[in-house]
């Protein structure tokens, strides 16, 4: 989050005593003595003083915003100080009572009665909504077909009806999981607010059990805790959802549910048919209690994908209930992540070795100017991201990555994403838990089931800096129109 206004700095002259008032000037003045002394010359950016107390919520009831400050000290030849002078987040009231006038609306109806526009006439007024700035206080006059802008809103007034954002010194924010306006910090997918799925396990499996008969047959228990839930499959055959009292939530006593939204578990489940033989589930979690998705059999099982991230403690127990209620255990499951489980096979067939991968070769120089420029005039994203994850699959690379800030786009991102690189040797390669600047292109197969990042053998990737950050900036102006 840039600085949001300006705020009054503080000089100090080099070898200027002044009359300590508290412990924090006095140290200061020491400092500065034995920096002159020491012949010092500071050149680097100044200092902040320690952040000051959270002010009041902006509101009286529902959501608001509550600030605190800092000011920057510096000597008169050193830089400003990195960093925001203000901090903005929400704070929450009890509900507003019913009936009671929106913020917005409030502020709208303080013009009424009062002469405007430089005439004497007078207006009621009532917010508008179709002006392009959401944080303008824009009021349109009640019985005419005008609106007038009357400057900005009061900071903690909400972007728009209903929504989560607020404005900020005429700027709409949404607030990261940590409360802050303008924070991207997010939620990893064990739900750990600026996590990096370390206190997890991806479970994705295949349920390819064909059925000795039509009807209902048990796929998985999806256990209490489970995030990011999803099942799928392609015939005419029905999944069905089961509550841990025993109770369909949908599909269930050979009944088909229609497609919609389901509670079950504390968490909303989101239930998809397709025109053609797809159907899907969904739900975000986490799942309150344990879940048992089935399916029933009409014709044989081509296959149900399923998957949802689980709480590394909740694993164990998972693997033994799951086995109990008839989950196979020799399922292929090439692509988990988790702990196998720990089972005593009694016979154990000859293991075919191996050949060690050849060492990967070094990677050709790509620094310099010229190269930043051509990649990212190129590209079609350019975002700095943090990498949390990386798999090796045959001939490519693909790296799950945060995306953290976002300086060029021709279509969304979203902030988790996959980016794949075209080799097992990627170049350059990326370090797992780094920020990274990086210019990717968008790769979509013929027949369109795949859309991907692509990041090119010997492009643009470099550890995220500040100094990276201006120079990117800086090539954002010189690509041709």
Known sequence: MGKLRPEKEEHLAPCHTRRPRSLWNLLLLLWTFLNCGLGGNAQGPGEWTPWGSWSRCSSSCGRGLSVRSRRCIRFPREELCWGDTHEYRLCQQPDCPPGAMPFRDLQCALYNGHPVLGTQKTYQWVPFYGAPNHCDLNCLAVGH????????????????????????????????????????????????CGGANDSCLFVQRVFRDAGAFA??????LIPEGARHIRAAHRSRNHLALMGGDGRYVLNGNWAVSPAGTYEAAGTRVVYT?????????????????DLLLQVLLQEPNPGIEFEFWLPRERYGPFQAQAQVLGWSPRQPQPREVEPQPLESPTVIPPRTPIPTPEPCPPCPDTRGRAHRLL?????????RARVLGRVRQAQETRYEVHV????????????L?????????????LALHRDYLLAA??????????????????????????AEDSRVRLAARHCPL
């Open 145 to 192: 077909d005008f609106y007038h802008s009357f400057g900005r809103v009061l900071d903690g007034t909400p972007c728009s009806p209903g929504a989560q954002d607020l404005c900020v010194a005429g700027r709409c924010l949404s607030a990261g999981c940590d409360g802050l306006l303008g924070s991207d910090a997010r939620e990893d997918r064990c739900g750990r």
């Open 215 to 220: 009807g209902y047959w048990n796929v998985t």
């Open 273 to 289: 048919r397709a025109t053609g033989p797809e159907e899907t589930l969904r739900a975000a979690g986490p799942t309150s209690q």
């Open 375 to 383: 990649h990212y005039c190129g590209s079609d994203f350019v975002f």
């Open 404 to 415: 953290q800030l976002i300086y060029k786009n021709r279509s969304p991102l979203r902030a």
């Open 417 to 429: 994403e996959y980016v794949w690189a075209p080799s097992r040797c990627p170049c350059p390669p």
């Open 441 to 466: 292109r968008r790769l979509i197969s013929p027949d369109g089931t795949q859309d991907r990042l692509l990041l090119p053998h010997a492009g643009y990737a470099r550890l995220w800096s500040p």
